[in-house]
Nanobody, 125 residues
Framework: QVLLVESGGGLVQAGGSLSLTCTAS????????LGWFRQAPGQEREPVAA????????WYSNSVKGRFTVTRDNAKMTVYLQMNSLKAEDTGVYYC??????????????????WGQGTQVTVAS
């Protein structure tokens, strides 16, 4: 059974920082690329960051580039999202995702293989 569990969400003032963690229980973890998506109220889920299986490659949406950093620790089967200079528009539910297809993690509305349950991030302006 595959399990992705996020933690680290919460309430922060604009300009502040939060760090999200996603711990996975997946066979062949190192064969999966990992990503973070977010969904704001009334909007569709969108990709914000992704990292290759080795950690050598990353991708960020234009809206978070330069502010968010995605990393992974394969020994701990964990992926992280460090979020700095947070803005009110970063508010939403953040989901961890795992997929062997890179395209599924960097494009919206793709059939991602595995999802976490989500963690709420609220940025107060």
């Amino acid at each position: 059974q595959v399990l992705l569990v996020e933690s680290g969400g919460g309430l922060v003032q604009a300009g502040g920082s939060l760090s999200l963690t996603c711990t996975a229980s997946i066979n062949d973890f190192t064969t999966y690329a990992l990503g973070w998506f977010r969904q704001a109220p009334g909007q569709e889920r969108e990709p914000v960051a992704a990292i290759t299986w080795s950690g050598s490659g990353t991708w960020y949406s234009n809206s978070v580039k330069g502010r968010f950093t995605v990393t992974r620790d394969n020994a701990k089967m964990t992926v992280y999202l460090q979020m700095n200079s947070l803005k009110a528009e970063d508010t939403g539910v953040y989901y961890c995702a795992a997929d062997k297809s890179w395209d599924d993690l960097v494009r919206p509305r793709q059939p991602v293989e595995y999802w976490g349950q989500g963690t709420q991030v609220t940025v107060a302006s």
